[in-house]
């Protein structure tokens, strides 16, 4: 069934969910600070309105992709935001920003007569244009599986992840805490075997058919890195941001992560020498500058 869905945040993900919205026949009300980002979508068939809360007093539903735990709290209950528009009863966070904004958010909400649902997802860029995410969903039951044929155009991997907002966000942060410290490893390994003279095509080629593979290996060392384009689509930044949040809801649950925390320093120390704004797969080439190797010229000093 065709809806009227508000969509705020064009980004990286937000831009290439929207399109596949719009090819599932349905109408996007949209907005982005970013006049850019705002006009591709206009172009692939979303309407603009001139803020959020002009989205939310038309739009029932409106779906938020946004980069920071501030942002959210901004565009769902700052001046000019989402609770400010009166169609507004559902509103679904898509962006990784924490359980306790997620909760924050839906306590404002929630006067208004408005249903929070907190639904992070993971899988990239590749997997937002596809439509393969996971989307880890938390919240309303009820609504949940109303909006549930809406998520299933962005994701793949549906889950609904418990009743209490937050969970999502949770669990998002779980996964991305692991996803982040194994790069970080996978980094230090590489540099390690390129520095001793492996093929670096040959030995991630052979770690991806082996015990020590992962989403990392798979799919930062094997095409961004190795291609030296270190164009995955997700900014360091933004890691380090998940990793922060997981690490300090591991604080309040009184618990120590002494590998994850060390691999959260390694990410600071990286972006303290380049751009935040630099791809996570930058990483690795902050880690060959330490180790004074590179995994392409490991290559052709072999030759
Ligand atoms: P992005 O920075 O590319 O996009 C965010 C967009 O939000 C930008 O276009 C920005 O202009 C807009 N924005 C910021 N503040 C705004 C405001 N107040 N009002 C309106 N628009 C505003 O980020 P992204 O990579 O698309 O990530 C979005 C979220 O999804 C983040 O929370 C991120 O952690 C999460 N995420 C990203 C990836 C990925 O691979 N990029 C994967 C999974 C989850």
Not at 221 to 245: H, I, N, Q, Y
Not at 279 to 296: F, I, N, Q, S, Y
Request: hydrophobic share 50%; with cysteine; charged share 20%.
């Amino acid at each position: 069934m065709s809806e009227t869905l508000g969509f705020i945040g064009l980004g990286a993900m937000g831009a290439p969910m929207v399109r596949r919205l719009l090819e599932a026949g349905h109408r996007v009300l949209a907005h982005d600070l970013n006049a850019v980002a705002l006009a591709a979508a206009v172009s692939r068939g979303a309407e603009a309105r001139g803020g959020t809360a002009a989205v939310a007093a038309e739009a029932e539903t409106v779906l938020v992709s946004l980069p920071t735990p501030d942002a959210v709290r901004q565009v769902a209950l700052g001046p000019g935001g989402l609770a400010e528009g009166g169609a507004l009863r559902l509103y679904v966070d898509l962006s990784t920003t924490g359980a306790r904004v997620a909760q924050a958010v839906a306590a404002g909400l929630a006067p208004r007569g408005v249903v929070a649902l907190d639904a992070p997802v993971s899988g990239g860029v590749a997997g937002a244009e596809a439509g393969t995410l996971s989307v880890m969903a938390a919240g309303d039951r009820a609504a949940f599986d109303r909006i549930r044929p809406v998520l299933e155009v962005i994701g793949a991997n549906t889950v609904f992840v418990g009743d209490k907002v937050g969970q999502g966000q949770t669990l998002k942060l779980v996964n991305n805490l692991l996803a982040a410290t194994s790069w970080a490893a996978a980094c230090e390994v590489l540099a390690m075997g390129a520095k001793a003279g492996l093929d670096p095509e040959l030995m991630v080629g052979v770690i991806n058919k082996s015990s020590g593979r992962s989403f990392a290996t798979e799919r930062f060392a094997a095409g961004p890195v190795l291609s030296r384009r270190f164009d995955f689509g997700f900014r360091m930044e933004l890691m380090a941001k998940d990793m922060r949040l997981a690490l300090e809801e591991a604080e309040a649950l009184g618990l120590v992560m002494p590998t994850c925390s060390a691999a959260k320093l390694l990410y600071g120390l990286a972006m303290a020498q380049g751009a935040p704004g630099a791809d996570v797969t930058e990483l690795m080439r902050v880690t060959e500058g330490w180790a004074g190797t590179e995994l392409a010229a490991a290559r052709r000093n072999e030759a």
